[in-house]
């Protein structure tokens, strides 16, 4: 499995009554890897995992690889309540063709070190995949430390790679200093791209490229091949709308984009809700004042419906 290049955590396309809009998710599948995205991530934070019943977790991966069919891997973030959920979730995903996992530690419940690590281990073992451990101590209150990443590293051949979301780049930095390339490391945090790639991040798990997927993959390209001046020029223009991914309604504000930029809706499921009033006012403003001064015209990239 390539971990490198930008993988979008996709967001799930829901129909007005709130069922899975599989036309939509295989849609914009293909439409992120036609604007340049390495694969997709399916069933993670952002595509809102835990308001998903087994079994369409199930039929949204099914979605997934008969869309892609090959042209980039598709990569199952598991994610459950219970250990054998989440074992369960993963054979599904290799019995249907996933290429990849991506690991989560368990909803809610934030126990220690041994236990965090068996229920992982676990995940690890219950298929051949390629898997990439989640780090996400903000959202899921469990901290993967950089030694505990290389105690796990030592002992699963099939753990190749780390989605870093503490917010702290350092973090990649010392993974690197403890394992070298032992493993690949992909930022998790939008408005922290730039910063992880300076410290030996090589992939990038993205949320805005979900509506902006040109200009993520250009603004990660430029800042992997030291393209200095043209990657903080395009990450001054992005970083409002960047910022969105790391606040607690970071689902809805990403929707929002989708959906001014053609390809999706706002709609959410509860305990979620589509922001109203002066809240979907003013970032409807900061996300329609981005893309009118966005530095290449829209009309140049590969929008949904045009060919």
């Not at 990569?75 to 249907?96: F, G, H, M, Q, R």
């Not at 603004?219 to 043209?230: I, M, P, Q, R, V």
């Not at 959410?268 to 970032?283: A, Y």
């Not at 996300?287 to 929008?303: E, G, K, T, Y």
Request: a negative charge; glycine letters at 8%.
């Amino acid at each position: 499995m390539n971990w490198k290049g930008v993988l979008p955590a996709i967001t799930t396309s829901f129909t007005e009554d709130l069922h899975v809009d599989h036309s939509a998710v295989g849609k914009h599948c293909c439409w992120l890897l036609d604007n340049g995205c390495a694969g997709i991530v399916a069933l993670g934070s952002l595509g809102e995992g835990a308001t998903l019943s087994f079994d369409e977790k199930v039929e949204i991966l099914r979605t997934c690889v008969g869309a892609v069919q090959g042209r980039g891997p598709v990569v199952a973030s598991i994610s459950a309540l219970t250990t054998s959920e989440a074992v369960a979730i993963a054979k599904a995903a290799a019995d249907l063709g996933c290429d990849a996992l991506m690991v989560l530690p368990p909803y809610v419940y934030q126990g220690n070190w041994r236990e965090m690590k068996t229920h992982v281990a676990m995940v690890f073992k219950a298929t051949s995949l390629s898997c990439m451990l989640y780090n996400n101590p903000v959202a899921y209150g469990t901290d993967f430390v950089p030694e505990q990443i290389c105690e796990l590293a030592a002992e699963h051949e099939n753990f190749e790679a780390v989605k870093e979301s503490s917010t702290d780049a350092r973090r990649v930095s010392a993974i690197r200093a403890l394992l070298d390339r032992r493993l690949e490391i992909s930022v998790g945090v939008d408005d922290a791209v730039l910063e992880a790639i300076g410290v030996g991040a090589t992939g990038w798990i993205a949320g805005l490229a979900n509506a902006l997927p040109r200009e993520s993959v250009e603004l990660f390209n430029h800042g992997l091949n030291g393209e200095s001046d043209k990657a903080f020029e395009l990450y001054r223009w992005f970083l409002p709308l960047l910022r969105m991914d790391t606040v607690p309604n970071f689902v809805q504000l990403i929707k929002l984009v989708q959906a001014e930029v053609g390809m999706g809706n706002p709609r959410v499921r509860p305990p979620r809700l589509e922001l109203v009033g002066d809240e979907l006012q003013r970032n409807t403003m900061i996300i329609r004042d981005a893309l009118h001064s966005r530095l290449q015209p829209v009309a140049s990239f590969a929008l949904p419906n045009k060919k």
